[in-house]
């Protein structure tokens, strides 16, 4: 089978789309949670707002390159076009409209429902498109996806709201620390238990999923997700006892890690980028 020359873009598009999508409905869910106090939450928020304004416009060339995928050149507006492309990125880019709007909503009111509903909207759009929904059965899958998707959100926010900046007090930063570990705790090994289970469903079984190219993707994206895991341990049991008796080595290493957790969610997103736009599920 010749190589789709526009797969390249599709994966950057897919990469921005992961990258602002999963920031904005994770800071959303840190404010909705109470992991950024009140006081602190205009900054996050507004932050949220400006990633989903550009998961929106990543949406939009989503749609915009099956267009062309699917008609080529002339087609990025086809009418004609689009009533085949809709069907399937339709309710997804409706679900990403929803989430934007809740989120500047939720900025400019303050309001924590507003936020929550605007996570969780984006989330939704993942379940709403996608691999999941090609099966010939997708029963809980699609939201099983949607709930991986809203798990991944809040750890993938983590450095962000965790960042040990001058202007956020020691106390403050014990806080979030944690209380994020507290709900990481028990939403990460759910978002494990999702992973593998999607892993296996899609690939078709063990074999396939050690043997095919989309499989040794997700096993790429599953060992990066692991080392993060590590390092959250790390945070949990050590760093943060280390930010109430040594702040400032406490703080270097929760910034070392921060790094280090920033690199590994970049390589588990561009795994599955690649593991969505540059091959797929292998046929049964
Ligand atoms: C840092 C941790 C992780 C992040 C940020 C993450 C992020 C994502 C995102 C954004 C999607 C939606 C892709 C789409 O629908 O286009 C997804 C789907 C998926 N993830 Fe994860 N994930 C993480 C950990 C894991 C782990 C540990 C596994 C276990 C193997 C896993 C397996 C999957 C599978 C099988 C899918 C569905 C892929 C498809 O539709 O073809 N993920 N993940």
Redesign the pocket.
């Known amino acids: 089978m010749e190589a789709d020359p526009l797969a390249p873009a599709l994966f950057a598009i897919?990469l921005g789309?992961?990258g602002s999508?999963?920031l904005a409905a994770g800071l959303d869910l840190h404010a909705s949670l109470n992991i950024i106090a009140r006081d602190d939450r205009s900054r996050a928020l507004r932050i949220a707002t400006v990633a989903g304004i550009f998961a929106l416009i990543f949406a939009a060339l989503r749609l915009g390159l099956a267009n062309l995928q699917l008609g080529g050149a002339n087609s990025l507006l086809d009418p004609a076009t689009l009533s085949w492309t809709w069907p399937a990125l339709g309710p997804s880019s409706i679900a990403v409209v929803v989430g934007a709007v809740a989120m500047a909503a939720g900025w400019l009111l303050q309001s924590s429902i507003a936020t929550a509903i605007g996570a969780v909207a984006f989330a939704i759009s993942?379940?709403q498109?996608?691999?999941?929904q090609a099966l010939e059965s997708p029963g809980l899958a699609p939201w099983a996806?949607a709930a991986?998707?809203l798990i991944?959100?809040f750890?993938?926010a983590g450095p962000i709201t965790l960042w040990p900046t001058r202007s956020l007090e020691e106390a403050t930063l014990t806080a979030r620390v944690t209380r994020f570990s507290n709900f990481a705790v028990a939403a990460v090994p759910v978002?494990?238990v999702?992973?593998?289970?999607?892993?296996?469903?899609?690939?078709g079984g063990w074999a396939a999923l050690l043997s095919s190219l989309?499989g040794q993707l997700?096993?790429a994206?599953?060992a990066?997700?692991?080392f993060?895991l590590a390092l959250g341990a790390y945070n949990k049991s050590v760093v943060t006892a280390r930010l109430q008796t040594a702040p400032e080595t406490g703080q270097r290493a929760l910034r070392l890690t921060l790094d280090l957790d920033a690199v590994?969610?970049l390589i588990?997103?561009a795994a599955?980028?690649a593991?969505?736009s540059l091959t797929?599920?292998p046929s049964p």
């Open positions: 897919k789309l992961y999508a999963l993942f379940g498109t996608g691999h999941t996806a991986h998707v991944a959100a750890w993938l978002l494990f999702l992973g593998l289970w999607l892993a296996l469903l899609l690939a989309y997700l096993i994206k599953l990066a997700a692991s993060a590994l969610f588990a997103l599955i980028a593991a969505t797929g599920p």
